[in-house]
């Protein structure tokens, strides 16, 4: 499969997706709030670390509905960008998050292998997105938000982990989930060091290990 169509079969699985919390997790939004309180927790981890990120802005990558940024990240910053390229998902986000919410930064209407960070932030939040990006594509990506951090800022990756050490392709929503390892060259070759790492508690059996890596530029 070329590269052009594993993107374009991917944003049109998504395009056909409801805008509920339901949709974008995939039938799991019973563990949406569960999820929400695992992230709280790592993040109150890295806002306590001797040298904290700033809470001026954060940048919810692949954001979706705004589910991210609504439950989390708008309680914690006092500016929230959103990068989104399914345009009812991102309709739906400012309906969610509310248009008129002080919080809510500029909202980027574009695919995150395309996309490239105009401002510095402190926090750059990827959850279960990356798995959309082909390898190359996602080292340059990382590359890209690693030189928009402020003093300290972090790159957030919370994605699907493997049991095995293959690459698991899904013919559903054609994205991959990377064994832990992989993630790791993956991180070195994007020059950057985990600084804290975490496993989601209290999910279901049926689904993957859900990890959660601080990451910052070397």
Not at 82 to 97: P, R, S, Y
Request: net charge negative; charged share 20%.
């Amino acid at each position: 499969m070329t590269q052009r169509k594993f993107y374009k079969n991917a944003a049109n699985y998504w395009a056909k997706v409801p805008a509920t919390v339901n949709g974008v997790l995939g039938g799991f939004g019973h563990i949406s709030d569960i999820d929400i309180g695992g992230s709280r927790t790592f993040l109150n981890h890295l806002l306590s670390l001797q040298d904290p990120p700033n809470t001026n802005i954060a940048l919810d990558c692949g954001a979706g509905i705004g589910r991210v940024s609504k439950k989390l990240l708008i309680s914690y910053f006092n500016k929230v960008d959103l990068v989104e390229q399914d345009e009812k998902f991102i309709n739906t986000a400012k309906k969610i998050i509310g248009e008129d919410n002080a919080k809510l930064g500029t909202i980027y209407n574009l695919s995150l292998q395309h996309f490239k960070p105009e401002k510095m932030y402190d926090i750059i939040w990827c959850q279960w997105i990356l798995g959309y990006l082909n390898d190359y594509d996602l080292i340059n990506f990382l590359i890209r938000c690693s030189k928009s951090l402020t003093t300290n800022g972090l790159i957030i990756v919370k994605e699907n982990i493997t049991s095995s050490n293959e690459l698991v392709y899904d013919e559903k929503d054609y994205s991959v989930t990377r064994p832990y390892e992989l993630m790791l060259m993956l991180f070195d070759a994007a020059c950057l060091e985990i600084v804290k790492t975490e496993v989601q508690v209290d999910f279901p059996d049926e689904i993957y290990s859900v990890h959660m890596f601080a990451l910052k530029p070397k």
